[in-house]
């Protein structure tokens, strides 16, 4: 837990999406949102202090699901959303594990989606079910 910024996150915890595209039920739980002031917030953790920086925040594919579910379910426009990747530094523990060394050191990204860049990551699951499904019906498996 990092106090500093659970106190900035407002809505609901471990917020469910769930809806259906076409015949595919997608489903998710972003770390934070709050429907009311449309606030979508997603924590993300590393023990390489490089690893989340803008551009990564800017192109994290997590995100977009997250706003493509919202225009579905909610018909929530993603320019709409306030969006925010939060990068939390942990280290390793000694005999494994990982845990966060400094409580008040994290780092926020703001970013935005746009509905066309949903819309064509919706179009990416779309063809990758059809490549899996294809993949499927050549590729046969022995009987167990």
Known sequence: MVPNLEKSLKGEKEHELSVKMNNTLLVGYCDHY???KKILNENK????????????????????????MLLLRDGTVPEDLEIWLNFIPVEEREFGGMWIPD????????????AKQCLEF??????????MEQFANVVKLPDC
């Open 103 to 114: 409580r008040n050191n994290f780092t926020r990204f703001k970013t935005t989606r746009t």
């Open 45 to 68: 953790t590393s023990k390489n202090p490089n690893r989340w920086n803008q551009i990564e925040a800017d192109n994290h594919g997590q995100l977009t699901m997250y706003a493509l």
């Open 122 to 131: 919706g179009s990416k699951i779309e063809r990758t079910i059809k490549d």
């Open 34 to 36: 709050c429907p009311k």
